[in-house]
């Protein structure tokens, strides 16, 4: 029994080796966001918790000032890498340019998506510690001006009344409706947009909407531009303010607080003048929006151009496949194409697989009917029937791409190894040489013979299909791959769009 038991660890231990070996880079760069996260948050909490200038904005709103602001920094840098991994122009130039991104190491950035949906993670932690922390916020400003605030507290929020005097405390009267008054402020205006415009981003991308309704994913996914524009003025209004650096030198904070009655009278203790930061937000995410912004500038120079059907085929199981010809197009193997059809929708790209060889004089695709769109233009090329228009009379097409993909890594591996059932003779089903298995491949068997026919070697093991199938295949790379740095190593690539 207490061998069984030490097998069973050491093999969990040999799984989990292997597991590093192969994810490593993944690892490291999720251990580096999380880490410029936490350091970004502490730093800035910490910042707001001692900096002599917002002392008397910690009297009014204690230490929900620093959540607000350290999410808001988090906030900020998350926001600045959210559309990086679905540059996908940037991403192909990256795979295709980049010296350290050869063999191996170049299959992490087919872990775009999934990168892209571990930032929106955070921009939702983030967004919630910063509403929960203002609304906090809002609150004790409101209570600063109640009947029962007396000391410094009073003194603060009194500030403003008279001229030549700044307020710190934006709430004026106790009689004021704080949701009205935030309503009525740049910070509160363009803070529900933000806050709807992410609500609604993040339900539509579930899994379970994405499958019943691909375009609503789509439509409320292009909210972000709603979204960026809010956040890049969110801070204009200033709402929160700090002590000014002129008055801070003449009102020293350490002694003229406990002589805050005085304020008015004395000459050592002048009344404090206090102004909002400058707002910051445009400053992180500029770049990345310029940087989308040109992705979408190449797209549309990409749908001007004149794209060429040749031949529609109709395939049984609703398979359309489409044979197309565009000028200076230039593909490898494993790559795809986003394709749109204007006379569907005027917004919606779909991307696809090239199934055509780069030596063709043509590129083509094979789009299965899954869903609206899909559907909507199969019934555009009237191939529900098996009925083939003329290429001239067919729907206009548009093209972006082609982009990298994980299968375009399949000639960086030193073997390649298929597996199939072939001989002379055609499959009864299909029609082809290769011929069809009925139930699942012996997974072990085909992994534990590729392992003894290639000791020492890195092994690319490439998938395009269920989730099923992507989970036992990657278990069976874990499985199969040595724990020495020199013995086999099988590395997996999921085709992700």
């Not at 350290?100 to 949906?117: E, I, T």
């Not at 375009?408 to 591996?413: A, E, G, L, N, P």
Request: aromatic share 12%; proline share 4%.
């Amino acid at each position: 029994m207490k061998e069984r038991i030490c097998q069973q660890q050491e093999r969990k231990t040999v799984m989990m080796g292997c597991w590093m070996l192969n994810e490593s880079v993944s690892v490291v760069l999720a251990l580096s966001w999380l880490g410029v996260n936490l350091y970004l948050f502490i730093d800035t909490f910490r910042w707001y918790g001692e900096e002599e200038s917002f002392f008397y904005t910690r009297v009014i709103l204690g230490s929900t000032l620093a959540w607000a602001r350290a999410s808001a920094v988090c906030l900020n840098f998350n926001c600045m890498l959210i559309l990086l991994p679905i540059s996908r122009n940037l991403i192909s130039f990256i795979r295709g340019a980049s010296i350290c991104c050869r063999g191996p190491w170049r299959r992490h950035l087919d872990k775009n998506l999934k990168f892209h949906k571990l930032v929106a993670y955070g921009i939702a932690i983030n967004a919630t510690i910063h509403i929960a922390a203002h609304l906090c916020n809002l609150e004790r400003y409101h209570l600063s001006q109640s009947a029962e605030a007396d000391g410094l507290l009073a003194a603060l929020s009194k500030l403003g009344n008279t001229p030549n005097e700044s307020y710190i405390n934006p709430i004026r009267t106790s009689h004021t409706n704080t949701t009205t008054e935030l309503l009525s402020t740049i910070a509160g205006i363009t803070g529900l947009l933000i806050s709807l415009a992410l609500i609604l981003i993040m339900t539509s991308s579930t899994e379970f909407i994405r499958q019943i309704s691909y375009e609503l994913f789509w439509y409320t996914h292009h909210m972000f531009i709603i979204f960026f524009i809010s956040l890049s003025i969110h801070g204009a209004g200033r709402i929160v303010r700090g002590q000014t650096p002129e008055s801070l030198l003449l009102h020293n904070v350490t002694f003229c607080r406990d002589h805050y009655a005085e304020w008015q009278a004395a000459a050592q203790c002048p009344v404090p003048q206090f102004s909002g930061k400058e707002p910051s937000a445009w400053k992180w995410v500029a770049g990345p929006v310029v940087l989308y912004a040109c992705e979408r500038v190449i797209r549309f120079w990409r749908f001007q151009q004149e794209v060429v059907i040749t031949k529609v085929v109709s395939h049984p199981s609703g398979v359309l496949e489409l044979h197309m010809k565009k000028r200076n197009f230039k593909m490898a193997p494993g790559q795809y194409v986003l394709l749109q059809c204007p006379s569907i929708s005027s917004l919606e790209w779909h991307p696809f697989t090239l199934t055509s060889a780069p030596q063709e004089d043509f590129f083509s695709v094979h789009i299965r009917t899954a869903g609206d769109w899909t559907r909507a233009l199969r019934k555009a090329f009237e191939a529900e029937g098996q009925a083939i228009k003329e290429p001239r009379s067919l729907p206009r097409l548009a093209v972006d791409g082609p982009f990298g993909a994980a299968l375009t890594d399949v000639f960086h591996y030193p073997a390649i190894h298929i597996a199939l059932h072939w001989d002379e003779n055609t499959d009864v089903i299909t029609g082809l040489k290769q011929k069809t298995f009925y139930g699942r491949p012996n997974w072990n068997n085909e992994f534990r013979q590729i392992a003894y026919n290639h000791p020492s070697s890195s092994i690319g093991v490439f998938c395009c299909g269920p989730k099923a199938l992507s989970k036992t295949l990657q278990r069976m790379c874990r499985v199969y791959s040595s724990a020495d740095p020199r013995g086999v190593h099988f590395y997996y690539n999921k085709e992700s769009f």
